[in-house]
């Protein structure tokens, strides 16, 4: 008798995913659900849009776009849509009875001590456990650590419930694979990974997706799917220190690094990343820890370990090659004026998420050199450049924005007490700026 129910809910799902008769809830309308909400709602699919801050479910329901920054797309999708009868939202999870399948987007940091913090997560799971009606589809987006499904997905709605997993309800794990500035672009167009909690959900998830992206849809299981996002993220923090690794040797034996890595990269299978002043972003220096979270302390994670230190230390490596060329201009760093260029984590993006640069200044906060910022995209450093530069002892490029890449240095001379310059992204042109007069020092490139 089970096995015919079993089969009459996937059944069932499938033909409503096909018709678009399927009602499909959002739990978390941020960076990764909202966009997820807009396609689908676009997609003429019904909808319930759920999130805890009613400021934002008004915004959108005027067509305001929440989301700040330059995001391509979606202010017009939040407008196209707003005029939509399709879609419902609400602060109230009671709604999610009405859906056949939910999708949960909420955020998973991790504490100080790289402990992932489910509370977001496990609320959402439990007051959808609650409302959740027989024979839906449960699906995480959020990235989450390895064995979260196993461990805390599915217990919370079998014993919230008294329901068994794969009779009474379904789970899946497709990882979002956003990506500030690009979100709708990556949604529609990106892989993505599906797994489902039997082959039957995987290929009725892909059947879903199906409808938000023209990327590859890779069916598997949700356990590696939980390896496979937190590892691609892992793996590039890991190959970031490797060539952060490669520029302190470059540094001690007088090489430059780019000049290096462009002759390594011309080795067949090789790809070294660029060297730089850290690694910042809502995703790079989280998910290695997710990661490793189920193998702590059972097993070596020494590897991804002395990648996050190492990657950690670069903007501290700013500070001390600016204290050494200050030193050589007879400066003491206690007594100098620093102008920090760049305060975003990635080049021409406003998202200052766990930026590097927030790394530096803490670590300048224990000496009494005078810092001020510029950045051109986030507030409150979009400050006039000359007057961030004006009298001061040194710049420091922390992030590639094109306006510093582009930027003319004779004229940065003319505002400063000190011609330095000491370039954490292989900015400015080291020769160009040594014939200017400048002390240039770059990481990876003395
Ligand atoms: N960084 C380096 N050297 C590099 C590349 C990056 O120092 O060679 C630094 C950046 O300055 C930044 C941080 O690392 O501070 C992260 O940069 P990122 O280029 O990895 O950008 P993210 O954080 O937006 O990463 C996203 C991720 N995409 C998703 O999660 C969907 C990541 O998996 C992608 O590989 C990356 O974008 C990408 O390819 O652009």
Known sequence: MKAVKQAKYIDRLSKLVTSKDAVIAFVGLGYVGLPNFLVFTGKKFKTIGIDLFPDRLNKIKKGISPIQGKEPGLAEMVKKISKQTNYLLSTSYQHIRKAHIVIIAVQTPINENHIPEYKHLKTAVKEVAKNLSKGSLVIVESTIAPGTITNVVIPM???????????????????????????????????????????????????????????????????????????????????????????????????????????INKVEGRNVLMPGAGVGG????KDPWLFIHPIR???????????????????????????????EAGVDLDEATLAVLGYAYNADSDDARDTPTETLLAHLSGRRAKVRVHDPYVAP??????????????????????QYKSADVSVWGEFLRHKIIVDGRGAIDKVQARSLGFKYLGIGNL
């Open 157 to 263: 709605i079998e014993k919230t419930r008294g329901w068994k997993l794969n009779e009474d309800f379904y789970v899946g794990h497709c990882p979002e694979r956003v990506m500030p500035g690009k979100l709708i672009h990556n949604l529609t167009t990106y892989a993505r990974v599906v797994g489902g909690s039997t082959p039957e959900v995987s290929k009725l998830m892909a059947k879903l997706y199906r409808n938000a992206t023209s990327g590859e849809l890779d069916l598997t299981d949700y356990k590696t799917a939980e390896v496979v996002k937190t590892a691609e993220n892992a793996f590039r923090d890991v190959q970031i220190a490797f060539s952060n690794q490669l520029a302190l040797v470059a540094e001690q034996t007088g090489v430059n690094v780019f000049e290096a890595r462009k002759l």
């Open 282 to 285: 809502h995703c790079i220096p």
């Open 297 to 327: 302390g059972r097993a070596h994670t020494s590897l991804i370990e002395s990648a996050r230190e190492l990657n950690t230390h670069m903007p501290l490596h700013m500070a001390e090659l600016t204290e050494r060329a200050l030193k």
């Open 381 to 402: 450093y979009q400050v006039e450049l000359e007057k961030v530069l004006h009298s001061a002892d040194a710049v420091l490029v922390m992030v590639g924005h094109s």
